[in-house]
């Protein structure tokens, strides 16, 4: 997997005043009385830590206000304008300021370079982001949070865990119906993953009916967000509650403004794109009639093994599996649609083949959260048992009605996997 970007940014002269809101609003009391207490509880339950869906990595900015503004040719007048042309045609609050175009800045000078590949995949997932994105009446330049999340590598991987093209964390993707299991991992599927993603965005428009504050909820939680509207004495702005904001969050949002100005404006900064691979309306999905691996349909169909990879990034061993009661489908080139079925009967005869010689069996197929009997073993102690499945202890002792640490071999244990 190619790891994130790391990018760190220096910037100056950061705005300490309340910028003014859109509307001059501030929350009102009876904040909570025309919105789905449960959901909002559910949501709130998750901001504890930091936030389900995130990884800093790709867009940290370090406030340094006595350092230089970094020197790349972009006029604050003409910047000003294109802001203020990107705020009139959307719902986000594109307002100017220092720290806004030292982000952008730092951008053109540190990322240049990355933008043609960067854009390459953004005209692969950008069409399929916005279908959903529509389907579900959320503004599309959304799109861009995903560049501000994974830099568009669908199996992206943060230090915490969160995963995929929206860095669903395994709790929050379990809410939103992505599974994980022994073989597939759906946070790291583009289509499941982008209309979780609009369902998890619609729930935080849902609760603070601004866009501005989904994006900074959807980095720290809205827990975090609805503390710093509070502390802020009501305000509902973004700009006006920034201060109050985790650090990393207060960063977050205007490196999404950043990638979005850079976006609508590439052809000015003579950011071109390179030729993408493939475009995801030329694609489609098929499903399998058994187990079967990418190098096994590769080596059938003559389809090169990278770009059948490319199109299938939620299996994790490379293996479409076969179960009963599940859609796995293969996705492929619709122009090779045909030469798959060609070949189907020689592909699973290979595979058929491959599977009477291996050594090791594959391994046993379960799905991450569901329930799973595991017999104790020689050597085995609640500690070993406990990290091998991304468990605690305590919750082993708990399923398990265990008053002691002691095992006794052939022992049946309950264990609800996380890994």
């Given at each position: ?64 206000p006595n350092k230089s503004p970094i020197n790349i040719p972009l006029n604050s007048k003409v910047l000003k304008e294109r ?96 599974k994980v299991s022994s073989y597939v991992d759906e946070r790291q599927n583009p289509v499941k993953a982008t209309e979780a ?42 700009w006006n509650i920034r201060r109050y904001l985790p650090t990393e969050t207060a960063n977050y949002v205007p490196a999404f ?163």
């Amino acid at each position: 997997m190619k790891e994130l970007f790391v990018f760190i940014f220096l910037t100056a002269n950061i705005l300490s005043q309340n910028i003014p809101s859109k509307k001059g609003e501030k929350f009102e009391d009876n904040l909570f009385l025309d919105y789905d207490i449960v959901l909002i509880d559910s949501l709130l339950l998750q901001s504890e830590q930091q936030s389900p869906l995130y990884d800093n990595s790709s867009y940290y900015l370090v406030n340094t206000p006595n350092k230089s503004p970094i020197n790349i040719p972009l006029n604050s007048k003409v910047l000003k304008e294109r802001l203020k042309e990107i705020h009139a045609r959307t719902p986000f609050n594109l307002s100017y300021n220092p720290l806004l175009e030292q982000t952008i800045k730092s951008y053109l000078k540190y990322r240049k370079k990355s933008y043609p590949a960067l854009m390459a995949k953004a005209l692969y997932y950008f069409p399929m982001f916005e279908q959903y994105l529509d389907r579900y009446n959320i503004p599309l330049e959304m799109k861009y949070l995903a560049i501000v999340e994974s830099t568009l590598n669908p199996t992206a991987k943060s230090y915490v865990g969160a995963t995929g093209l929206w860095q669903f964390m395994y709790t929050t993707g379990l809410q939103y119906n992505l599974k994980v299991s022994s073989y597939v991992d759906e946070r790291q599927n583009p289509v499941k993953a982008t209309e979780a993603a609009c369902k998890y965005l619609s729930d935080l428009y849902k609760i603070f009916q601004d866009w501005d504050l989904v994006l900074a909820a959807y980095n720290s939680g809205p827990g975090n967000v609805l503390k710093a509207i509070k502390r802020s004495g009501g305000y509902k702005n973004y700009w006006n509650i920034r201060r109050y904001l985790p650090t990393e969050t207060a960063n977050y949002v205007p490196a999404f403004y950043a990638t979005m100005y850079l976006f609508e404006y590439q052809k000015q900064h003579n950011l071109i794109s390179e030729k993408p691979l493939i475009r995801h309306f030329e694609t489609d999905t098929i499903r399998v009639k058994q187990l079967v691996n990418f190098e096994q349909i590769a080596e059938k169909t003559k389809i090169n093994f990278e770009l059948i990879k490319f199109l299938n990034p939620s299996y994790k061993l490379e293996m479409i599996p076969f179960i009963k009661g599940k859609n796995y489908a293969l996705r492929l080139p619709k122009k090779n649609m045909l030469r798959f079925l060609n070949n189907e009967k020689a592909i699973y005869e290979l595979a058929n083949k491959e599977a009477a010689s291996r050594e090791k069996p594959l391994p046993k197929y379960f799905e991450l959260g569901k329930r799973i009997r595991y017999k104790v073993r020689s050597g085995d102690y609640l500690g070993k048992i406990a990290n091998r499945f991304g468990v605690r202890i305590s919750d082993l002792k708990k399923w398990n009605r265990l008053k002691s640490s002691k095992l006794k071999i052939g022992q049946r244990l309950t264990v609800y996997p996380k890994r």
